[in-house]
């Protein structure tokens, strides 16, 4: 029982022991921060931050962001936002980009997007690649591929691919197969799989179904479906469908459909109709349709090719070529890859 209650003695005493050493090193961190201690503003901005007082930790993270101290600046950001207060969260995270806050410059790029200004998403995204963001190297390549500049897409993929962006590699690998690179095709593709690409691992598994080595042709579109790249779900499905794998393949297309991709649905149909179920064929052969029809509304040629084919081969399960991963859709991974 002796035990019990200093350990009771204990529990009550520790949150107020904290707290009075909390103040007491902001305290000494004020004193430091008054004197133009950037460092120390910052951790009294923490400290406020902890036991809630939000208003004193954005004015203490401010003073250092002031003194060009960038985690200071996303950090008061950060507080800003919660309180509904956008667009002084949005001058404070300019002001961290401009200190050379790579994340920072990052995250305007992507909120230019989503507002449909690509002038400022473009400049975010040059200062964000140019700082060691891969994702925004994509964005950059890829858009610089869908305008037709070849040469500009690969140095913008090279970059990214160097700071071991997965989805980059696969896109610099894209490139090198238009050019009829075939070697230095796999080399990328297989880098970009061991990132943690799943497009990547769905490209690579393409370059050895086109060599003929079916056992590799398992093992990449496994491990791109694993990392939920839909596409490598539904190739995977066309291999364990035509091994036989009936319910497996089945279980593959649905989830590749589910997420939007048309062959997913196409193929999940055309099992259907096999067995009988031509209600759920003529949904999901209808959404594959339209899902392709607005893909090639939108600009992606392939997408047209597809269509057509699916016009003149309507019952064939198709595991398509690769194409660019889309830097829209993200890099879905275990670990996140910036």
Same mark, same amino acid.
Request: net charge positive.
């Given at each position: *029982?002796?035990?019990?209650?200093?350990?009771?003695?204990?529990?009550?005493?520790?949150?107020?022991?904290?707290?009075?050493?909390? #103040?007491?090193?902001?305290? /000494?961190?004020?004193?430091?921060?008054?004197?133009?201690?950037?460092?120390?503003?910052?951790?009294?901005?923490?400290?406020?931050?902890?036991?809630?007082? %939000?208003?004193?930790?954005?004015?203490?993270?401010?003073? +250092?962001?002031? *003194? !060009?101290?960038?985690?200071?600046?996303? /950090?008061? +950001?950060?507080?800003? $936002?919660? =309180?509904?207060?956008? !667009?002084?969260?949005?001058?404070?995270?300019?002001?961290?980009?401009?200190?050379?806050?790579? &994340?920072?410059?990052?995250?305007?790029?992507?909120?230019?997007?989503?507002?449909?200004?690509?002038?400022?998403?473009? !400049?975010?995204?040059?200062?964000?690649?140019?700082?060691? @963001?891969?994702?925004?190297?994509? +964005?950059?390549?890829?858009?610089?591929?869908?305008?037709?500049?070849?040469?500009?897409?690969? =140095?913008?993929? @090279? %970059?990214?691919?160097?700071?071991?962006?997965?989805?980059?590699?696969?896109?610099?690998?894209?490139?090198?197969?238009?050019?009829?690179?075939?070697?230095?095709?796999?080399?990328?593709?297989?880098?970009?799989?061991?990132?943690?690409?799943?497009?990547?691992?769905?490209?690579?598994?393409?370059?050895?179904?086109?060599?003929?080595?079916?056992? $590799?042709?398992?093992?990449?579109?496994?491990?791109?479906?694993?990392?939920? /790249?839909? &596409?490598?779900?539904?190739?995977?499905?066309?291999?364990?469908?035509?091994?036989?794998?009936?319910?497996?393949?089945?279980?593959?297309? %649905?989830?590749?459909? /589910?997420?939007?991709?048309?062959?997913?649905?196409?193929?999940?149909?055309?099992?259907?109709?096999? $067995?009988?179920?031509?209600?759920?064929?003529?949904?999901?052969?209808?959404?594959?349709?339209?899902?392709?029809?607005?893909?090639?509304?939108?600009?992606?040629? #392939?997408?047209?090719?597809?269509?057509?084919? *699916?016009?003149? #081969?309507?019952?064939?399960?198709?595991?398509?070529?690769? %194409?660019?991963?889309?830097?829209?859709?993200?890099?879905?991974?275990?670990?996140? #890859?910036?």
């Amino acid at each position: *029982m002796k035990t019990l209650r200093i350990n009771a003695v204990q529990l009550i005493l520790t949150p107020i022991l904290f707290t009075f050493s909390l #103040q007491a090193a902001t305290i /000494d961190w004020g004193a430091e921060c008054r004197d133009g201690d950037r460092i120390a503003c910052h951790k009294v901005g923490d400290g406020f931050s902890t036991v809630g007082r %939000k208003g004193e930790a954005i004015r203490h993270y401010s003073l +250092a962001c002031d *003194m !060009k101290l960038a985690v200071a600046c996303v /950090d008061a +950001a950060s507080l800003l $936002e919660k =309180e509904g207060k956008a !667009k002084e969260a949005q001058a404070l995270l300019g002001k961290a980009c401009d200190y050379n806050d790579a &994340m920072a410059c990052d995250t305007l790029a992507t909120r230019a997007e989503k507002e449909g200004n690509q002038e400022a998403a473009r !400049k975010y995204h040059v200062e964000s690649c140019l700082r060691g @963001i891969g994702s925004s190297c994509l +964005a950059l390549g890829f858009w610089a591929e869908q305008g037709g500049d070849a040469t500009t897409a690969r =140095e913008w993929y @090279i %970059k990214g691919c160097a700071y071991n962006h997965g989805n980059s590699c696969n896109n610099l690998g894209g490139t090198e197969r238009s050019a009829g690179n075939q070697t230095a095709a796999v080399f990328y593709y297989q880098r970009a799989c061991n990132l943690q690409s799943g497009p990547g691992c769905n490209a690579l598994a393409d370059s050895f179904r086109e060599l003929n080595k079916p056992l $590799e042709v398992r093992r990449y579109y496994s491990l791109a479906c694993q990392y939920e /790249d839909s &596409m490598g779900c539904n190739n995977l499905g066309v291999v364990e469908e035509y091994a036989g794998n009936l319910d497996r393949a089945k279980k593959l297309y %649905k989830y590749s459909c /589910d997420r939007g991709t048309s062959h997913g649905c196409r193929n999940a149909g055309n099992l259907a109709r096999r $067995e009988g179920r031509l209600k759920d064929s003529v949904f999901l052969l209808a959404r594959a349709t339209t899902l392709l029809k607005n893909a090639c509304a939108s600009g992606f040629a #392939q997408s047209c090719v597809d269509l057509k084919a *699916m016009e003149n #081969q309507p019952h064939v399960s198709r595991a398509p070529a690769s %194409k660019p991963a889309n830097p829209s859709s993200g890099q879905k991974a275990p670990s996140k #890859q910036r």
